[in-house]
Nanobody
């Protein structure tokens, strides 16, 4: 079992920055692929970014490339999402998720059903 707790959300003006953190419980954090998703009001949950176990590979949805950076610290059991040049359309509840390599490689890192564990979410609001 892995428990995930996000933090760092808040209200920011367009063009500003925020860093989200996701702290994981358990000793097996380093074995999981970690992802960030977001869900805006009235919309489906969408993939944002993913980082593999050793941080060697990261992937982003097109709309955040060049603005967001995902990273992880396996010693601290934490994954981060640094968000810069924020836009009003980035407003959403942001969730971190943990998944095993087999399912993510089989079903895709962009599919929420590939992930086994989810945090409760943190609200990010970007004002124009």
């Amino acid at each position: 079992q892995v428990q995930l707790v996000e933090s760092g959300g808040g209200l920011v003006q367009a063009g500003g920055s925020l860093r989200l953190s996701c702290a994981a419980s358990g000793r097996t954090f380093s074995t999981y692929i970690m992802g960030w998703f977001r869900q805006a009001p009235g919309k489906e949950r969408e993939f944002v970014a993913v980082i593999r176990r050793s941080s060697s590979n990261t992937y982003y949805t097109d709309s955040v490339k060049g603005r967001f950076t995902i990273s992880r610290d396996n010693a601290k059991n934490t994954v981060y999402l640094q968000m810069s040049s924020l836009k009003p359309e980035d407003t959403a509840v942001y969730y971190c998720a943990a998944g095993g390599e087999y399912f993510i490689d089989t079903y895709g890192y962009g599919s929420s059903s590939s992930y086994d564990y989810w945090g409760q979410g943190t609200q990010v609001t970007v004002s124009s």
